[in-house]
């Protein structure tokens, strides 16, 4: 498998529970996916750096303010550490605009991740998400990607955007762990 040393993850549909129609617009409306804190406290040690990218178009639509989405970050990192786990940056694209070079599938919040943490290094990056936009995301900055969830039925994944699938982060972290 090699080693990793950069984790990057989709935040809905991986850590938290998808609204579908809708956006998370604050922390009642925040669940965490089972087994996710337990993952993030298995990936913990296991990489140098681990990263959120997640695209929230809410605020861009004016659903919610980006002081909702601050607060919701607040709260979900601090349960993730509480839990034994660790988010080194949360890096978000609040763009309406599907060609935005932030918005995934673009790799803006790659860079700007890159930026903060120079030793980032693409080649030796995973990226963990349940959809396409995420996994183009991964390939567009040539990292090894991880499709976790079902979103997609079998004849609809993409297997060329496609290193790893797992059901859900756990099943992920507990193979990773052992070594994929």
Partial sequence: MGSYQTLFLDRDGVINEERPGDYVKNWDEFIFLPGV???????NPLFNRIVIVTNQRGVGYG????EDLKSIHHRMLREIKESGGRIDAV????DIQADSPDRKPNIGMALQARRDF???DFSTSLMVGNSRSD???GR???MCTVL???KYTESEKEPALIDYAFENLLKFAEKYQKGL
Avoid: S
Wanted: net charge neutral; charged share 20%.
């Fill in 37 to 43: 804190k337990e993952a993030l406290g298995i990936l």
């Fill in 63 to 66: 659903r919610m303010t980006e």
């Fill in 91 to 94: 890096y978000v694209c609040m």
């Fill in 118 to 120: 120079p030793e980032i």
């Fill in 135 to 137: 996994l183009q995301f």
């Fill in 140 to 142: 567009n900055a040539r």
């Fill in 148 to 150: 976790v969830g079902n």
